[in-house]
């Protein structure tokens, strides 16, 4: 089984994100560098934007092949 496309995978883990509703937090840092925007939003950690990523992964192996 080949692996999915990388592309696709980031949309569909920041699709995940997006339908949870964190509305307190964002996928990635901002330009600043420190990780917040204003002062009650905070970007997820690498850990937790890596574990989005491995069931992106998932979910597209599991799909059909079109």
Do not use: I
Not at 11 to 23: D, E, I, P, S, Y
Not at 44 to 57: I, N
């Amino acid at each position: 089984m080949a692996e999915p496309d990388e592309t696709l995978v980031l949309a569909r883990a920041k699709l995940n994100f997006a339908q949870k509703g964190h509305g307190d937090r964002c996928w990635e840092r901002d330009a600043g560098g420190d990780g917040t925007y204003g002062s009650h939003v905070m970007a997820l950690s690498d850990e937790e934007r890596t574990e989005y990523l491995e069931q992106a992964r998932h979910e597209l192996r599991s799909e059909p092949s079109a």
